[in-house]
C-alpha cells in the first residue's frame, strides 16, 4: 500500500497507524521526536476525562467511537476506559437550563443521559456539598480514558502488525515534488512518504509553517494539580495497578466556576480553566529532552499557584472534605484551542497529501483517527467531519492575530452558556460589506459570519411592527429564543412577500471558474448538467464518492469558459481549486482555474413582489420572464452600475441577486433605495431572511443535510441527473442508492400551538420514543408558525404527530408536506 509517515505518536498518531492498519495499510511509518515510552506531548500527562456530549453531533459521535474504541482496547484483562459515568452539576439556575440542553443534544445524538435532583447528585456524589447542587446531569457512558497506557498498548499492536517507529527523531522538513508530498527531513536522515498525517498536536503550527500552511491552533497552558490523600478515601484503589482504574465516582464538572474533577485513588486531580490564557509558542519550548519523565517534560509548564487561588477556594466550597487536603502538586500543561473550539483535520489545501490532525482532545482522538483512516482509504468519513475541516476557515480567520485572540477568548469561554448566534466579543469589522455604512444608518444589528458582519435585522423597520396585519404580528417568545432575535424581522417578512425588500448577500462565497477546461472540471465535479448555455444558472450538488452530500452549489455560466459558482464554504473553494489544479495543464481543454471573488465582488438580493416596479423605472432592459427568465443569468446596467443580475431567490420570491464590483455597492443601493421606496421597499436581514428560506423548503448544506446523508433522503432530487452523459464525482454510488430504499428521511415539521419556538438539534419523539433530531428551525412568517426540518425514519410520514424536546419540555408538531411556501413556484417564476 501507500506509504504514510504519520508524525507523532500522541494518541491521535497511534490511533490512525492503528486505523490504517486495521483496514489493510501495510506501509507505516512513526516519527517521535520524543522517546516512545513516554514522548512527552500534551498525551502523556492528559487526564483523560471524556465528556461526550457536545451540541455538535459531529464532536459527540466522535466521542463515542472513541469511548467504544477505548473500550475494547485489552491488556492483561484490563482495557483503556474507566467507566465511572460523568456528572455536571448546576449552582445556577441558568446552568441548570444548560443542563436541560444538553440532555436534548444527547439525546439527538443517542447517548444515554439523565437529569438528576440534587438528591440523586448527592447520592452519585456523596463529597458534593449539597447546599450548592441544584441539579446535574448524569451520563452514566462518560468516564476515563488511560490515554498514556493507550498509546502504549496501540504502539504495541501496531508495531507487532508491521508499523514502524522512530523515535528521538525529529521532523524538520517535509519533502515535496509537483505539488504532492515526497517524504520528511529528520534528523535522522529522510523518510520518503506518499502520504504524510501531521499528527504533532500543538506543534502543529510549526509542522504547518514547513509547507507554508497556516495551521490554526494556539497552544495555551491550563492548570492541573493533584491533592494530598483524601480522608475517607485512604487506600481507595491501591489494588487496582494501572492508574485510571482506580476511581470509582463519576468524573466531576463543576462548569459555573471553570472546574472539573476526578479521582486518583485517594487523591484528587482539579482541572482549571478560569485562569488567564497563557498563550505559548511551541517553538520555544526546545528539543524534547531524551529522558521524558511525569516532571520533566515539553508540554509541562512550572505550575504557577496564584494562577489557581480561586480555584482552590471554590473547590473547598463545592467539595467540602477537600479542606482537610493541600495541593500536593501542580502544573501548567498544554494544549491546543481553535478559533471555533473544533479540531482541525484535512487536506492541505496547498499541497496534496499532506494532512493534519490536530488540536484533537483525547475525548475525540479515535473518532478522528478513524476519520482520517476511512478518508484516506475509502474516500471519506462516515462521520461528517466538515466542523473540523482544516480548510473551513477564511483567509482573515488564518492570520496569526485572529487566531490568538479568538482562541484565548474560546479557552476563557469554554465552560460558559454560549447561545448559538452569540458573536465574537473581538476580531469584529473584519469584513464589511459597501453598503456597511447605509445599513448603520437603518439601524441594522450586525452578527458575524466568516468574518463578516451580516445584518439580522434593522431598527428602522421598528415602527413597521405596529402597522402589521393581526395575522402577521409577531408571537412572544421564551428568552433563549428571543436573544439574538428582534420581532422586527416579522415586518420583513412581510414586506418581502408583499412589496420589496432589499437582502444584503455579500457575505455568501462567490467563485469563478474559468479556463478551457472549466466544463470538464464542473460536469466531472456536480451533479448535474451544467454545460447549457452561457446565461443559465443551476443548482446542483457536489457529493462525496460514497453519493453524500458535500454541499449545494449554483454554478453560474457566463460565457463559455467562464463560470461563477456560488458555494457554502471555504471548503468549497479548497476542493474545487484543488480538483481544478489536478487537470492537466499541458493538455488543450483541461486547464482551469479557481478564483475566489466573494471579497471583489458584493451582491443585493431584491426580492418581492413589486421588484420589478423597482427595476423597471432605473433600468431599461427587459427583466420580463422572456428578458430574463427563472435560473437566468445576464450582465446589465442599472442607471448606469454595471451588474450581473441573477435571477434566482433564496427566498421564493420573484427578484434577483444583484452583483456588482464593490466600488459600485454604495452608489447602487441608493439608486435602489430611492427607487425603491415608492413601492414600499426596506432593508431586510438575516432573521427575516432564514424564516422566509425555511417556509421556501430550501435545505442549508452543512446544517440540514452532510455528508452522512443522500440526496433522496435529502429531498434535494431536483438536483441529481442520473443520466447526465458525463461521469461525476458520487455518480455510481447513487446509481446503487437509487436501487436501495432509504430508512430515514429529511421531514419539515410545523409546531401545532403556533408559537412555541425550537433552534436547532433537539431531539424529536415518535410514540414516545426517540426518532431524530431537528436540523435547523425558524418562524414561518407566511406559514404563521414555527418551522423545523428534521431527521426522522421513512416510517414517520406526512400528517403524524410528533414532539420536540425543548428545555425539557415537550411541544407538539406536525409532519408536513413542503414546501410550505409557493409549492407550486407561481410566485417565484412570476
Ligand atoms: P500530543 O500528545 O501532543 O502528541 C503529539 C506528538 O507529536 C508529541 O508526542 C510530539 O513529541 C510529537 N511531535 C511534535 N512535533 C514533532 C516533530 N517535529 N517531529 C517529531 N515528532 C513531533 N483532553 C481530554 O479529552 N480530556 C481531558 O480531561 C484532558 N485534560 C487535559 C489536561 C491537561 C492539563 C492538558 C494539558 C490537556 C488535556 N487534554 C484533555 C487535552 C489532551 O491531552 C490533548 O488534546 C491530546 O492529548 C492531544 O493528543 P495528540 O496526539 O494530538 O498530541
Not at 282 to 300: C, F, I, Q, W
Not at 456 to 468: G, I, S
Not at 497 to 506: F, G, Q
Request: aromatic share 8%.
Amino acid at each position: 500500500s501507500r506509504r504514510v509517515v504519520i508524525i507523532g505518536a500522541g494518541i491521535v498518531g497511534t490511533n490512525l497507524a492503528d486505523e490504517l492498519v486495521s483496514r489493510g495499510w501495510n506501509n507505516i511509518t512513526v516519527v517521535e521526536q520524543g522517546p516512545l515510552s513516554m514522548p512527552g506531548g500534551s498525551t502523556s500527562h492528559a487526564p483523560g476525562l471524556v465528556f461526550q456530549t457536545n451540541p455538535s453531533k459531529t464532536m459527540t459521535l466522535l466521542a463515542k467511537y472513541t469511548v467504544e474504541k477505548l473500550q475494547s482496547l485489552e491488556k492483561d484483562g484490563q482495557n483503556c476506559f474507566n467507566q465511572v459515568g460523568g456528572l455536571e452539576v448546576a449552582t445556577t439556575p441558568e446552568r441548570l437550563e444548560e443542563l436541560k440542553r444538553k440532555h436534548g443534544y444527547a439525546q439527538s445524538w443517542g447517548i444515554e443521559a439523565h437529569l438528576t435532583s440534587p438528591e440523586e447528585c448527592l447520592k452519585k456524589y456523596p463529597l458534593l456539598n449539597k447546599d450548592m447542587v441544584l441539579g446535574g446531569l448524569h451520563i452514566p457512558s462518560d468516564g476515563l480514558a488511560l490515554a498514556a497506557r493507550a498509546t502504549q498498548i496501540l504502539i504495541e499492536n501496531t508495531r507487532n502488525a508491521g508499523v514502524r517507529y522512530l523515535e528521538h527523531t525529529v521532523v524538520t522538513g517535509i519533502e515535496q515534488a509537483d505539488g504532492h508530498v515526497t517524504g520528511v527531513t529528520t534528523n535522522n536522515g529522510s523518510v520518503p512518504a506518499d502520504i504524510i498525517v501531521s499528527c504533532a498536536g500543538f506543534w502543529g503550527v510549526e509542522i504547518g509553517a514547513m509547507i507554508g500552511l497556516k495551521v490554526p491552533l494556539l497552544p495555551l497552558g491550563h492548570q492541573y494539580v493533584k491533592t494530598t490523600a483524601v480522608p475517607g478515601l485512604e487506600g481507595r484503589g491501591v489494588n487496582k495497578k494501572i492508574n485510571g482504574m482506580n476511581a470509582e465516582f463519576p468524573i466531576l464538572r463543576h462548569q459555573d466556576q471553570d472546574l472539573y474533577y476526578r479521582e486518583h485513588g485517594e487523591h484528587y486531580g482539579i482541572g482549571y480553566y478560569g485562569h488567564r490564557p497563557m498563550p505559548i509558542v511551541a517553538s520555544s519550548l526546545g528539543v524534547t529532552p531524551k529522558h521524558v519523565d511525569e516532571k520533566n517534560m515539553p508540554s509541562r509548564l512550572d505550575f504557577t499557584p496564584e494562577d489557581f487561588e480561586p480555584a482552590w477556594k471554590t473547590t473547598k466550597e463545592l467539595l467540602p472534605i477537600l479542606r482537610e487536603t493541600e495541593i500536593a502538586d501542580g502544573f501548567n500543561g498544554i494544549f491546543s484551542f481553535t478559533p471555533d473550539g473544533g479540531s482541525v483535520v484535512g487536506q492541505a489545501p496547498n499541497l496534496d497529501n499532506f494532512w493534519v490532525a490536530e488540536a484533537v482532545w483525547v475525548t475525540h482522538s479515535a473518532g478522528v483517527a478513524r476519520a482520517v483512516a476511512e478518508t484516506l482509504t475509502e474516500g471519506r468519513s462516515s462521520i461528517d467531519i466538515a466542523e473540523c475541516e482544516l480548510t473551513r476557515f477564511e483567509e482573515v480567520q488564518l492570520s496569526p492575530e485572529y487566531v490568538s485572540e479568538t482562541s484565548q477568548q474560546n479557552f476563557v469561554e469554554i465552560y460558559d452558556i454560549i447561545h448559538p448566534l452569540a458573536p465574537k466579543e473581538n476580531q469584529r469589522n473584519l469584513r464589511v460589506s459597501p453598503f456597511h455604512a447605509r445599513q448603520q444608518e437603518q439601524g441594522a444589528f450586525f452578527l458575524e459570519v466568516g468574518g463578516w458582519e451580516r445584518p439580522h435585522w434593522y431598527e428602522a423597520n421598528a415602527e413597521l411592527v405596529k402597522t402589521l396585519p393581526a395575522e402577521w404580528q409577531p408571537v412572544d417568545r421564551d428568552a433563549w429564543s428571543s436573544k439574538f432575535y428582534s420581532p422586527i424581522a416579522a415586518a420583513e417578512a412581510w414586506k418581502t412577500r408583499n412589496a420589496v425588500a432589499l437582502y444584503d448577500m455579500t457575505t455568501f462565497h462567490r467563485f469563478e471558474v474559468s479556463g478551457l477546461g472549466a466544463v470538464h472540471l464542473l460536469q466531472r465535479l456536480t451533479t448535474s448538467d451544467v454545460s447549457k448555455q452561457p446565461g443559465t444558472i443551476t443548482h446542483t450538488l457536489l457529493l462525496n464518492t460514497h453519493g453524500g452530500v458535500l454541499s449545494d452549489i449554483f454554478v453560474s455560466r457566463l460565457e463559455d469558459d467562464l463560470f461563477q459558482v456560488g458555494a457554502n464554504t471555504a471548503t468549497d473553494l479548497a476542493y474545487l481549486a484543488r480538483e481544478a489544479r489536478r487537470q492537466d495543464k499541458h493538455t488543450p481543454g483541461q486547464w482551469a482555474q479557481v478564483r475566489d471573488i466573494t471579497g471583489s465582488t458584493c451582491c443585493l438580493g431584491l426580492w418581492g413582489p413589486r421588484s420589478r416596479d423597482v427595476i423597471r423605472t432605473i433600468s431599461s432592459d427587459d427583466y420580463s420572464n422572456k428578458g430574463l427568465p427563472y435560473m437566468g443569468v445576464k450582465k446589465t446596467s442599472i442607471a448606469g452600475v454595471p451588474v450581473t443580475m441573477f435571477r434566482k431567490s433564496f427566498v421564493g420570491e420573484y427578484g434577483w441577486e444583484i452583483q456588482m464590483t464593490p466600488e459600485y455597492g454604495q452608489r447602487l443601493w441608493d439608486i435602489l433605495w430611492q427607487s425603491g421606496k415608492p413601492h414600499g421597499l426596506v432593508a431586510a436581514g438575516r432573521a427575516a431572511f432564514n424564516g422566509l428560506r425555511i417556509e421556501k423548503g430550501i435545505r442549508a448544506s452543512g446544517i440540514d443535510m452532510t455528508s452522512e446523508h443522500n440526496p433522496w433522503e435529502a429531498g434535494v432530487t431536483y438536483a441529481i441527473q442520473l443520466d447526465k452523459k458525463a461521469d461525476y464525482v458520487g455518480k455510481a454510488a447513487l446509481r446503487e442508492l437509487s436501487r436501495k430504499t432509504t430508512p430515514r428521511t429529511l421531514r419539515c415539521l410545523t409546531v401545532d400551538d403556533g408559537c412555541s419556538m425550537v433552534l436547532g438539534k433537539e431531539p424529536v419523539f415518535f410514540d414516545g420514543q426517540r426518532a431524530g433530531y431537528i436540523t435547523s428551525a425558524a418562524f414561518g412568517y407566511t406559514v404563521r408558525k414555527p418551522v423545523a426540518y428534521a431527521w426522522l425514519p421513512m416510517s414517520v410520514t406526512e400528517g403524524q404527530s410528533v414532539e420536540i424536546e425543548y428545555f425539557g419540555k415537550k411541544i407538539k408538531a406536525t409532519v408536513t408536506r413542503d414546501p410550505l411556501h409557493d409549492p407550486q413556484e407561481r410566485r417565484l417564476r412570476g
